[in-house]
């Protein structure tokens, strides 16, 4: 799946703490928009607000403290993949667990976060 790297979302946001300047904070977001897909500006503006899904989607990650906790306490595991973690990519998993409900769903969802991490 080609696309902008989700790494290169954490260098702009690096970028965006490192200066105070409110011009300068506009003008790196809208030249990194300028650079992203079509398709990727709705998730790299969500995620820019500190937001994983839109306001207008029902669904929910319905992921807890105590659900974060273990999934970060944990041991990484690697991807057997070679591709770059993009952003395309992080909205896919947060997609999936927003429609993981049911029996074993925590630990679904658990497993989802921990290979988003593991890449």
Do not use: H, W
């Amino acid at each position: 799946m080609p696309g902008t790297p989700f790494s290169a979302l954490a260098r702009l946001c690096d970028d965006l703490t490192a200066t105070s300047k409110r011009l300068e904070k506009r003008g790196r977001i809208a030249e990194f928009l300028r650079s992203v897909a079509p398709e990727e500006i709705g998730p790299t503006v969500l995620l820019l607000t500190a937001k994983v899904l839109p306001e207008s989607e029902q669904n929910a990650l319905n992921v807890g403290y105590s659900t974060m906790s273990r999934v970060l306490a944990g041991p990484r595991q690697s991807s057997l993949r070679e591709e770059p973690l993009t952003l395309l990519a992080v909205r896919e998993v947060f997609d999936q667990i927003a429609a993981t409900t049911g029996r074993d769903s925590v630990a679904r969802k658990r497993r989802l976060l921990e290979s988003l991490l593991g890449r």
